[in-house]
């Protein structure tokens, strides 16, 4: 972070804020309660988002490191539980919730947040978050769902990855949207930015 700080970057912290993985140092926090079905990647599961008094401690602990560690801003992952099979009933309304808490979480502790995919839910947000971090955008044509964003000079960051520049980075840049092609598994092996 420090090293990026001195290139004059700034640096953001991603974190999962949607689902457990076993693989994290605090796993062992989340009783089997408030976890659900896979979300298809190894050792994540979803969370029930709903339930406030368990997950609110162990994601400010977890936005108390980003700070810590010096990030300028979180990348909240996985915070569209309510549009996936979770396997909790949640609603869109229970999303916007917990999203809206998570965006008051981090600025409480002096960073910028973004909001991580979830375009839908844009209208209710975007007053909560500094900007967006899509995945996609262009494949599943939602990049116009974060022109909120947009409209008040706030940056929409874009991560494609399987389509080639040439098929999206005109359009991205037409927007203003900083679109880049990454591998999927975010190696570094592919960094192709539009600018």
């Not at 912290?13 to 089997?32: H, K, L």
């Not at 917990?98 to 947040?113: F, I, R, S």
């Not at 991560?159 to 975010?186: H, K, P, Q, V, W």
């Amino acid at each position: 972070v420090s090293t990026l700080h001195g290139q004059g970057k700034h640096v953001i912290c991603y974190i999962d804020v949607g689902t457990s993985e076993n693989y994290r140092p605090d796993f062992a926090s989340f009783p089997a309660s408030v976890e659900g079905s896979s979300n298809g990647w190894p050792g994540e599961q979803w969370l029930d988002i709903r339930n406030l008094s368990v997950l609110e401690p162990i994601m400010t602990a977890r936005f108390q490191m980003c700070k810590q560690k010096g990030f300028d801003a979180v990348e909240p992952d996985n915070m569209d539980g309510y549009e996936n099979g979770t396997g909790f009933p949640i609603t869109a309304a229970q999303q916007v919730t917990y999203d809206t808490w998570v965006a008051g979480e981090v600025h409480a502790l002096g960073m910028a947040v973004f909001q991580k995919n979830d375009g839908e839910q844009t209208p209710e947000l975007a007053s909560h978050f500094d900007g967006a971090i899509t995945e996609e955008c262009n494949v599943y044509k939602e990049c116009v769902s974060f022109d909120p964003y947009l409209a008040k000079g706030e940056p929409v960051l874009n991560a494609e990855y399987s389509l080639s520049t040439s098929a999206f980075c005109a359009a991205d840049n037409a927007a203003g949207i900083m679109g880049a092609r990454f591998d999927l598994n975010l190696t570094g092996a592919t960094f192709e930015p539009c600018w």
